[in-house]
């Protein structure tokens, strides 16, 4: 069975820092792998997905995620956040025989300090 | 090209109605997901559907819950004699294929009073 661990519940940083949300996986075959956002009382907006190939994929919103498979992670990056990146942050992997039926990690609220 | 159309976007329902959640899937999209959001908890998966067929509905609770996506018209997510542990975020995405991601609506979001 396909499962995500998001270990961190909460996260705060500044305006103009750097941020990292961790995301783990456990699939038994190559996964397919998104990190979704979603504001309060909203859906999810994709940012950005992994099926093959280039390991590290740029997303929308300067947003950028590494699969790593030998530690079975898919940390999401951002360089420099921004006050309307506060959110909360899902990492879900698909099944590779369905992308559209995913197992989604908690999530991680990003609070951004000003 | 419209987005993933749910509605309604809120619902009350005292305990014991029912509650009637529509998905309308993008314009060529076959495949519709529903998903159940429990409040502090990430996406939970319950059921896949295609044009008039329940395909995996693993993640469906076994009593209550049914849902169906008939030839014409949205896919229907029905929720019998609601009980207050039925008050969640309920997303409904859809794909074109079973190899792209799904998209996802605004969702509907129960609340049993």
């Known amino acids: 069975a396909q499962s995500v661990t998001q270990p961190d519940i909460h996260i705060t940083v500044s305006e103009g820092a750097s941020l990292e949300l961790r995301c783990n996986y456990s699939?038994?075959?190559?996964?397919?792998l998104f990190w979704y956002v979603q504001s309060p009382g909203q859906g999810l907006q994709l940012l950005l997905k992994y099926f093959s190939g280039d390991t590290l994929v740029q997303g929308i919103k300067g947003f950028e995620a590494e699969f790593k498979r030998s530690q079975s992670s898919f940390n999401l990056r951002k360089p420099s956040v921004h006050w309307s990146d506060a959110a909360e942050y899902f990492c879900a992997v698909g099944a590779n025989t369905n992308a559209g039926k995913s197992t989604f990690g908690d999530g991680t609220t990003l609070t951004v300090k000003p | 090209n419209a987005g993933v159309m749910q509605n309604p976007r809120h619902l009350v329902r005292r305990r014991g109605q029912e509650a009637r959640l529509r998905c309308s899937p993008m314009k060529g999209h076959s495949h519709v997901y529903w998903y159940r959001q429990l409040p502090e908890e990430g996406l939970k998966f319950m059921v896949y559907?295609?044009?008039?067929?329940?395909?995996?509905e693993s993640g469906m609770p076994k009593e209550r819950f049914s849902a169906e996506f008939p030839k014409e018209g949205p896919s229907i997510l029905r929720i019998q004699q609601v009980v207050r542990g039925d008050s969640a975020a309920y997303f409904c995405?859809?794909?074109?294929?079973?190899?792209?991601?799904?998209?996802f609506g605004q969702g509907t979001r129960l609340t049993v009073v």
């Open positions: 995405a859809s794909s074109p294929g079973t190899q792209t991601e799904a998209f």
């Open positions: 559907l295609q044009k008039e067929n329940i395909i995996d």
């Open positions: 699939y038994g075959a190559t996964p397919y």
